[in-house]
């Protein structure tokens, strides 16, 4: 199949890299238009009040690959229109530095986003994410986003499992549905993971910023929120702790639905 793959955490990304490293080992034809630089956190938004620039680049991914300097919507609406050399069968976003579930992630993912941006287009969409420790995390930051052996393992697991379920979900996904595919993968992740289906977790999530310090700013001060989610049905944090991978379809078409 032919793919177009963006992400938020940037073309530098090696989660990125890996992700289209195992896709074109399975065969599949691949494009890449990615960030400049880490828009994680962005959402949907798109460069309203200046100019995006894009341009080719080779950054070792033997495939059609473009830098855009704005968001993951940006870079999707741009490759979509302008760029790629035929319409892909389907958009992929990811592999996501760190989960998106639960709803106050899922909204304000830019990786999700990018995704979206390919189901505005009318084509099928799935977004990859992966799991990771606040210490985990901040040890990839420190590193310069290059991973741990054993955070390397869990990748190329993790990438395995989306080379194979990309193709799947976007076959199963007829044209103009605006349905996104959410998948996050378990910390660790191995061949041998099962995958889930789950609905995404309701967890109340404030106090996101710190109090206004003395010269009237305020910083981000992440944290997972609390987890008020009912038993039933199982929710994507749910299928995460559980060590499986969640996949959650996101029906953006039956929002405001009674």
């Keep these: 199949m032919k793919f177009l793959v963006t992400n938020d955490d940037g073309i530098g990304s090696v989660f990125l890299h890996e992700l289209v490293r195992a896709l074109g080992a399975a065969g599949h034809g691949v494009c890449v238009a990615a960030p400049r630089t880490e828009q994680s956190w962005i959402g949907a ?13 080779d950054c070792g991914l033997a495939c059609p690959t473009w830098i855009v300097d704005g ?25 996501n530095v760190g989960l998106n579930a639960s709803l106050g992630f899922i909204i304000a993912s830019g990786t999700i986003a990018g995704a979206f941006e390919g189901a505005l287009h009318g084509l099928p969409a799935v977004a990859f994410s992966q799991d990771l420790t606040p210490d985990l995390y901040e040890r990839l930051k420190h590193n310069g986003g290059k991973p741990d052996p054993g955070l390397h393992s869990t990748l190329m697991a993790s990438a395995a499992h989306a080379a194979r379920l990309a193709p799947e979900l976007v076959r199963s996904t007829p044209p103009r549905q605006f349905v996104v595919h959410n998948v996050n993968f378990p910390l660790p992740c191995t061949a041998a993971a099962g995958i889930r289906r789950t609905v995404p977790a309701r967890v109340v999530l404030p106090k996101l910023f710190s109090a ?3 010269d009237g700013t305020h910083r981000l001060v992440f944290h997972q929120g609390c987890d008020v989610s009912p038993s039933e049905p199982l929710t994507d944090r749910a299928a995460l702790m559980a060590g499986c991978i969640s996949h959650s ?10």
């Design 71 to 95: 968001t993951p919507s940006d870079c999707v609406n741009i490759a979509l229109d302008h760029l790629v050399p035929e319409m892909p069968d389907g958009v992929i976003s990811g592999i």
């Design 249 to 258: 379809v996101l029906d953006y078409s039956k929002l405001g639905a009674a």
């Design 212 to 214: 206004q310090a003395d």
């Design 45 to 57: 938004a798109k460069s309203r009040d200046r100019p995006v620039h894009s341009a080719p680049a």
